[in-house]
């Protein structure tokens, strides 16, 4: 069996690393790695391929810094004639970006079996490309990964159970990584107080947004004064701080590679972000976190006590939610995402419709 995985963002590379590791197991089984180019990194190579155990792409599309539709357009094409040139038996593709969604229509036209992992997600805010780009991708694909119960209600709400397509509660592939990359974590390569919060702001709603990216830094402001602030900086929360004038008197940081980043969650005491994975990694390192978000799609988090939303539009209400979910006693126990198991149920999935 031949399955072609469509990967273009960070996460993505994480996610496919551990459904690739299972693949090799099996000497049937081919697997072609399309790196779309979409989050383009000039430390990729080095931190993904080597550190990561990823095997390198068969193929670099290169494509980036379009606009949306053009990105999407440009990937289509170039991911077609990949198919066409490789035949597989499946298209793999994973969560939410412009490569997921032309992934996907690309096996569709050319009607190659297509899987999504991390199937099912909803925010129920459309305005959002990646809600648009993971309801596309869920309603043509044959099977979908789901990494949650939640995630199977929504489709069932949705009624894909009238769609000639399988569901399946498999867990989430990036509890699998975050496992497997415990013991091989870095130190940065710069100093860390004995207790820090970690912190990750890169959502376009709120760095280009003035008042929320203030609120954000008045409350981070505050908050170190009581425990100190750890911030790797992305290149757009960089740029509109420098817009907007707005002066941190925390530590900003370089970004940095997954497995430096697994370090900081070891060794963090809190997690404030805006990062759909951090939120759940915060979870698998057993740490509280605080998402700056007005929804997430991880609502079983939230139930459970282990992570809360705050709307990052009032500085006080930030401060609130940082002092509720330090001082919070969360149960980390619970088998919310699979337990590390996700990539190997989806491997004798595609095995198990392969055989119907």
Known sequence: MKVVTIVGARPQFIKAAAVSREMRKYPDLTEVIVHTGQHFDNNMSEIFFSEMSIPKPNFNLEINNLSHGAMTGRMLEGIEEIILKENPDWVLVYGDTNSTLAGAIAAKKLHIKLAHVEAGLRSYNTNMPEEVN?????????????????????LSEEGFGNFNC??????????????????????????????????????????????????????????????????????????????????????????????????????????????GGLQKESFFFKKPCVTLRDETEWVELIENGINQLCS???????????????NSDCNYELDLYGNGNAAKAIIDALLEYEEK
């Open 166 to 275: 399988q569901i399946m509660n498999v867990g989430d592939v990036m509890q699998d990584a975050a496992m497997f990359y415990a013991n091989k974590a870095r130190k940065p390569k710069f100093d860390l107080p004995d207790r820090f919060t970690l912190v990750t702001i890169h959502r376009a709603e709120n760095t280009d947004d003035q008042k929320r990216l203030t609120s954000i830094v008045e409350a981070l402001n505050e908050i170190n004064e009581k425990l100190p602030i750890m911030l790797p900086l992305h290149p757009r929360t960089k740029a509109y701080l420098k817009k907007y004038n707005l002066h941190p008197k925390f530590d900003l940081i370089e970004p940095v590679g997954y497995i430096e980043m697994v370090y900081l969650l070891q060794n963090c005491t809190i997690v404030m972000t805006d990062s």
């Open 312 to 326: 990052p539009i009032d500085k006080n209400a930030i401060v609130q939610s940082f002092e509720a979910m330090r």
């Open 134 to 154: 993971r309801i596309l991708t869920d309603r043509i694909s044959d099977i979908l990964f789901c990494p949650t119960k939640a995630a199977v209600d929504n």
